[in-house]
């Protein structure tokens, strides 16, 4: 909108400039009678305010009336428009609610002259469309808190009410008003009407009778609607609605919190869902307000994303986009609000956007239109000239809105099809013409349209480019059997009796019409990405195996039409990772995190963990929700890590590093958890330590998808000091004991999200018969006298695993180092490297050809030869191998880590390549860049031979 030359730190009318945004052209819409121009002439002197205010008169009727009711209004303004309305707020505020005349009075003179001051503001271009919102809002709330004041004053006075302090009405009278739309969010239009939900509490100590309180409220919420709405010679306040309550066709005006949550919780609709996001506490019982709204919490941001109320949103969304089309000149008779490319897509796309990531962002969970879009900019789920352009469109679009009310007070949207009262409406707007008016209008209607025609794309259609896609009745329909036939399947009438029945509901996934629907609107697109693989027929036979194990599909199917990214990745899921196919059955939710912004340019850390990690511990239902919400995110970022190397954004070198920090994040984050609870029953051993060492593929930071964690539990304390601190005391080493298998248990349980991680403690001084947390100095005399040489191999991978205590880390690191020195001789240590690699032979035969791990010269020999390394760099020495034979183990030991990464992740612990799906075998020869199995089997026999030829020249 155009906007007058502001002169700063002065007042108000004093910062018009010549030419204001109402222009004189106004005046032509309607000739003032010479009583008005000589009121306004005799209200001010300045020449350019005087034409301001006879523009203002002569393009709004309403104004005109406004003016010459209340006059000194102008004058209150020359203050500043800021400080004259909390002035008439305060007046309002301060107001007698004892007498229901006077206030009904007062209520309706306030609208009046807050509504005047607030216009003027707006078409003297001194507020924003946004601080005309929130002054509107401000005049709404203190407008319904002195009604609700009064209806529960007289409610005490008739003994409906005992209210505990009648000079304070409000407070503990069990009601509280919430205000819904852009009431709540704070964004009230010029001639809005306000939604309201009112709720109440029974049991509140105004109450005398609890069994009475839902009629005792319902009479004084009528009496409220009516001393807002109820026109008298002084107008009226605000239109009420209080349609948005729970079922209003069935419950009452004034909703139990108890009767409503329960609702809420049974039979809430996703469109309630959406409409809470703006719901504020703005009147009544502020502490019972506050109290609602947390409770409703659950029920607006789910932990889970959830796709079906999406589509429901997208539905709606749909309706509004059929209000009119977008062919031919915009302007002329479209609704700014609900039309296409109006004010209510722009709300809806950000409202849409809160309801998928809000759950697991509380920065997202505002009330305000742009201060929401903001927030979605800088988290990268709105690029910025998107965001920017919407934002703009927006308050353009509130702009004309306003000025489309401000004419006759009136609650329209809709752009006159007149051209002189459309001139009009240019006026106000800072037009001068109406041409440029309608080129400006259209050019923001159809840049929203734009922007949100991604997200709320139509309606697929049975005919639609794929072709005619019908899968109901008792036979198969020709014209889908030829669109199947033209995608690729060979089957095309096995395909369709596949999907007729889930049609017909015979898997639980489609059991009822909303999946159904839901299916009906991802079939074409389902079928497209089958259609586009090597074998359509068999992808398909595998995702009807994948859907008949799924127990809901409303959600999943939603979730895939709107990502079809989603969709492809599990299609290759589906024909490379059957045990990622399984995961993703029984916990479909892990889908979600694939929806991050920038989920495919970047992998999360440690750091990105433990944020995500603090966010899901807080508000815990007790331990065992801890331990559930713990196995439910290891599982999604498990199944997140994997889907980014199968879909190429993570190599598998990568991965097990990815693994390994992910599973120290949730080992460190669930010590300390485990602590919190541990040191309440037996406190702390004072000035003691205690970390961990982890060993295996943990310490060498290479587990794969199926690893479990080989630990080792270390601490120490001083002597002087041997016993915790807390009610329950304990010796040291007791207390190191029990606290070490309090962490095991919380790690490797089973509870109803399944395990997070399944610990092997064995390597730990004694091994299973040694205690299951070792003091450093036992764990230092041990390997000084009694390790065996495996011990110390074992050793070679350890990395110490602790948080804030660098002392004690470094204290285990040495402790380590020392440990990795022998009394043996050289000789000694090689000949029991290959002894023992040798015994392993005998009694740990490989599973097949592909278990290259167990191999005669498989990944074993390779880590056997680098720990033996290890245990010989201690005494400055190192095993006799060539440069060339250095090459040949890096290389591998590469090819072999991969395939197990590979197998691990997509097959679990299955060797037998031949049986798996052809999609393994292929991503497996692209391993060793070779056309078929034949030639890479007889490759890995090849490098196994090379292998154990240099292990036993190396260790001879």
Known sequence: MKQPTIKPHQNAFDAVALQTPVPASCLASKALSVDTIQRLDALVVEPDLQQFLKACCSCSPYLSVLMERHPDIIALCQSGFSTALDATLEQLSSSAFDDLTDVAKSLRLAKQRGALLIALADLGGWWSALQVGEAMTRLADACVTLAVRTCLYQAHLSGRLALPDPAMPELDCGLTIIAMGKHGARELNYSSDIDLIAFIDPHAPAISDPDEAVSTFTRIIKALVKLMQERTADGYVFR???????????????????????????????????????????????????????????????????????????????????????????????????????????????????????????????????????????????????????????????????????????????LPVDDAARTNIAALCGFQNLPDFDDFVESHLLRVEQHCSSLFSETSTLAGETGTLSFTGDEADPATIETLSGLGFQNAGRATDTIRNWHFGRIPATADARERAALTELAPLLLETLGNTDQPDQMLSDFDGFLSNLGSGSQFFSLLRAQPRLLELLVTILSTAPRMAQIATRRPHVFDGMLEPGFFETTPGPAQWREMLSRILQDLKGYEDGLDRMRVFAAEQRFLLAARALSGHLDLQSMGAAFSDLADTLLLTMTAWVKQEFVQQHGEVPGSSFGWLAMGNLGSRALTAASDLDLIALYRFDSDRDHSDGPRPLHASQYFGRFTQRIVAAMSAATGQGVLYEIDMRLRPDGSSGPVATSLQAFERYHE???????????????????????????????????????????????????????????RAPKSAWDVKRAAGGLIDVEFIEQAQALLAVRSEKLDISEAGKADLETAGTVYRDIVQLLRLCVGDEWNVNEQPIAVQVRLLKLFDLPDLGSARTHLKRTTKSVRKIFKAALA
């Open 240 to 414: 009420t609605d209080l349609r948005l309550r729970p079922d209003p066709g069935a419950m009452p005006l004034a909703v139990p919190v108890e009767t409503a949550m329960i609702y809420y919780e049974a039979r809430g609709q996703n469109w309630e869902r959406a409409a809470m996001i703006k719901a504020a506490a703005i009147a009544g019982d502020a502490k019972l307000g506050a109290e609602v709204l947390d409770r409703l919490q659950p029920f607006v941001w789910r932990r889970y994303l959830d796709y079906a109320a999406i589509a429901d949103v997208q539905s709606i969304m749909r309706q509004i986009r059929s209000h009119r089309d977008l062919t031919g000149h915009l302007a002329p008779g479209h609704n700014v609000k609900l039309g296409r490319g109006g004010i209510r897509e722009i709300e809806f796309f950000v409202q849409t956007q809160q309801l998928i990531a809000g759950g697991r962002n509380a920065k997202l969970r505002g009330l305000r239109t742009v201060e929401m879009l903001r927030q979605l900019r800088d988290d990268q789920w709105v690029i910025k000239q998107a965001a920017h352009e919407l934002e703009e469109s927006y308050q353009v679009l509130r702009d004309i809105e306003h000025r489309l009310q401000i004419v006759n007070d009136e609650q329209t949207h809709i």
């Open 785 to 843: 006298n009694n390790a065996w040489t495996w011990e110390k191999l074992a050793l070679s991978r350890a990395r110490p695993l602790l948080e804030d205590d660098d002392e004690f880390l470094g204290a285990i690191s040495q402790a380590v180092q020392t440990a990795l020195g022998s009394n043996k001789t050289s000789a000694e240590l090689k000949a029991d490297v290959l002894s023992m690699r040798l015994e392993m032979d005998a009694g």
